[in-house]
């Protein structure tokens, strides 16, 4: 099976900038994906790397290491309205997603 | 447009009976899945289907059955559900099962096996 690690918690304070790092050892890449879910909520896309470096979009920012099976998600200008849970998924050899359990980031006023 | 939607939103349901969980997207993807979410672990595909008329097993299918007879409708079914399905489900779809595909999901179902 695959192997993605993020850590359970985050705490951060409003306005703050907050970086979830991901590792992931899979059977084959083809891109990762990082999530932001709601509590009780569907999960919804952020972005998407299939090749080294950073993506900027907006506040959200998502960097790719390929060769150290590695990424992180950087929330900027934190809002209230972040607090949720994000999650990294990988697209495996097969084309299929797998997630880690998620990062439940609380912003705190 | 709804996008993708699921029905129930919760259900209460008594071990051994059967059940089907449904799933319908209007966007006209190919690709549809199903994932089943429990604290702690995350998401874990139980089903998924590259396009009509095909299905594959995820990694974790024992104990459910899925179907695609057109593309807009993937129904997941427990035949004789367990307490250990307890969990939120999830369907999902994108356009093709390709690389930058990214995956939408819908509202979720909540399921108790009592």
């Known amino acids: 099976g695959q192997n993605i690690d993020q850590p359970t918690e985050m705490t951060a304070t409003e306005g703050a900038i907050v970086q979830i790092n991901c590792t992931y050892q899979t059977s084959g890449f083809n891109g990762l994906f990082w999530y932001q879910q709601h509590a009780g909520e569907a999960p919804t896309f952020l972005s998407y790397?299939?090749?080294?470096g950073l993506e900027e979009k907006g506040r959200f920012s998502s960097f790719l290491s390929r060769s150290k099976g590695y990424s992180y998600l950087l929330l900027k200008e934190l809002q209230m309205k972040d607090s949720a849970s994000y999650l990294c998924a990988v697209r495996d050899g097969d084309y299929k997603l797998s997630f880690g359990a998620g990062t439940t980031v609380t912003v705190r006023a | 447009i709804a996008g993708i939607t699921q029905a129930p939103t919760s259900q209460i349901l008594a071990a051994g009976r059967r059940m089907t969980l449904r799933c319908t997207q209007d966007?006209?993807?190919?690709?549809m899945y199903w994932y089943r979410q429990d604290l702690g672990l995350g998401l874990r595909l139980i089903h998924y289907?590259?396009?009509?008329?095909?299905?594959g097993k995820g990694e974790v299918p024992d104990g459910y059955s899925v179907s695609r007879a057109n593309t807009d409708d993937f129904p997941l079914t427990l035949a004789s559900a367990v307490p250990s399905q307890t969990s939120v489900y999830f369907c999902?779809?994108?356009?093709?099962?390709?690389?930058?595909?990214?995956?939408?999901f819908g509202p979720g179902t909540r399921l108790t096996v009592l």
């Open positions: 790397n299939v090749l080294d």
């Open positions: 999902a779809s994108s356009e093709s099962s390709g690389s930058t595909d990214t995956q939408y």
């Open positions: 289907s590259n396009t009509a008329g095909t299905t």
């Open positions: 966007m006209r993807h190919n690709a």
